[in-house]
Each structure stands twice: as structure tokens, then as C-alpha cells.
């Protein structure tokens, strides 16, 4: 009964570290609730510029934060969430989208993954060709035969090839 407890315990714990941290302070949030689920649900979809691999939602960077602000400031002036997104999209560019569009500028953005994917297989399978690839020496054409005993060397080579191992 004891072991199961601290189980639970540590895996209660492993979860709170696990789960996101959300970096929007107090004073940022909305008095509105449904107006505050809708700035954070944009602020999820886009990246904070600093941190690169981070929502805006879940930076600490100060440019997050004038994001978050930006976001907040936009819905109180009755803008739709589409309307939002566009104009922090035309300010800021495709970068800022966690999810930019398929288009002809992001195509290397969407494809790098399958191209990764592709390079990786096509490596094992180079690598696995070279190691299937019979080593040695290959047998001797009739025209180097004929070149060997020209030069006086056909009797050896012939004793080369019937001693080497298969």
C-alpha cells in the first residue's frame, strides 16, 4: 500500500513538470473569459520570434509578451480571431505561424521531414549494398590474361587465381 502512494505521488509530480508553462502573467490576462480562451488559443498558434521553437503563448521573451499584449488589444477592439492571426501574419510574416501555409516559400518548411526521412533510407540502403558487395580482388579479364603472359607473369596469375579463397 506504501510503494503504491509514493507511486502516485512521483507520478503526480513527473506531470507537473511535464505539463506546459504558460507564461501569461496576471495582469496581461482579459477580464472576459471567453474573450481570454480566444487570445490564448491565437497566442498558441504563434511563435515567439526569440525562442523560435516556442508559442508566444508559453515564452517568457519580452517580445512574447508584446505579442500576448497585441493579441489581447486586437480582440478588445472587436477583431475576430481570423482577423488577428492575419494582421499579426501580414506584420510579421509567415515565421510567426507555428503552422505557416503550403505555398511555394514554406514547400522546403513542409517537405524537409519526408526529404529527411527519404536521405536516411537511401543512406542505410548504400550502406547495406556496400557491406552485401563481394570483397576481393575480381577475376581477370581474357584481354589482362593475354597482357600477363605477354609479359611473362600468366603462369603466376593463373596460381593466384586457383589458391585464392572464394
Known sequence: ?????????????????????????PGERLPDPAMEARARAITSELRCLVCQNQSVDDSDASLAKDLRVLVREKLKEGLSDAQVKDYVHARYGDFVLLRPPLKLDTILLWTA?????????????????????????AALTEAERARLKAL???????EDEKTRPL
Not at 4 to 18: E, K, M, R, T
Not at 115 to 137: S, T
Open 113 to 137: 521531414p519526408l526529404l529527411a526521412l527519404l536521405a536516411g533510407a537511401a543512406a542505410v540502403f548504400v550502406a547495406a549494398r556496400r557491406r552485401a558487395a563481394p570483397e576481393g580482388p
Open 1 to 25: 500500500m506504501k510503494a503504491s502512494s509514493a507511486f502516485l505521488a512521483l507520478a503526480v509530480a513527473a506531470a507537473l513538470l511535464v505539463a506546459p508553462a504558460h507564461a501569461v502573467t
Open 152 to 158: 611473362g607473369v600468366a603462369d603466376e596469375a593463373r
